[in-house]
């Protein structure tokens, strides 16, 4: 196993892209915010870390469970037996994943700062299907490459941490928007989901006819 990793190289690389890519989108200003942007950006170190350099998950499967893994394993293809098919499926369906979290993250960031330049609530587009687009696109990048694609121990345990720091964010979040707009604000947390979409939006959410919204 050990002379198909070792790209330390291009592990630093996908640390360094994937990271501009989120503070570029995610624009963490507060010290809360900061806090858990921390927990992402441990995350991303951590997955890379395990995928591109040294496996840890992997070996400790094959050292405590005597399971075979390879380089062509994940942790669920490995538990479950299913070999390098389980992963291929499991990549596909991880990408998906990202893809439409990466969507979420730079659509909401787009139509929150045309919001805030026009001085309005954002409302429409992304934020008429969930109150916190861009955190739904984290969490969802995060499930699709930490838990789908490339399953670490670290990875599969933060998720759900990473998933309830933003949760707690988007409530405190939300106290502001009161404060500030009152029965505007109110009226919409009352017709908008806070995280995930009802039902009937995921088509018009996969649609992509919010974007120019």
């Not at 070999?83 to 499991?90: S, Y």
Request: net charge positive.
């Amino acid at each position: 196993m050990q002379e198909n990793w070792g790209g330390w190289t291009l592990a630093v690389f996908m640390i360094v892209i994937v990271s501009w890519v989120f503070y570029r989108f995610a624009a963490p200003k507060s010290w809360r915010e900061w806090s858990r942007a921390g927990l992402v950006q441990a995350f991303i170190i951590a997955l890379y870390a395990e995928m591109y350099g040294f496996p840890l998950t992997l070996y400790l499967l094959a050292r405590f469970f005597d399971l075979d893994v390879s380089a062509s394993a994940n942790l669920w293809s490995s538990l479950l037996g299913v070999g390098e098919l389980g992963m291929v499926v499991a990549m596909i369906v991880g990408y998906a994943f990202v893809l439409v979290g990466l969507f979420l993250l730079a659509g909401g960031w787009r139509q929150l700062y045309r919001a805030r330049r026009e001085n309005r609530l954002a409302t429409g587009g992304l934020y008429a299907i969930v109150r916190h687009p861009q955190y739904t696109g984290i969490l969802l990048a995060v499930f699709g490459e930490g838990v789908m694609h490339w399953p670490t121990l670290f990875s599969v345990v933060l998720f759900p941490v990473i998933g309830l720091a933003y949760w707690s964010l988007a409530r405190k979040e939300e106290k502001e928007m009161l404060r500030v707009h009152g029965e505007a604000y109110r009226e919409y947390r009352r017709r908008v989901p806070m995280l995930l979409p009802c039902w009937g939006q995921w088509k018009r959410l996969l649609a992509g006819n919010w974007w120019e919204r």
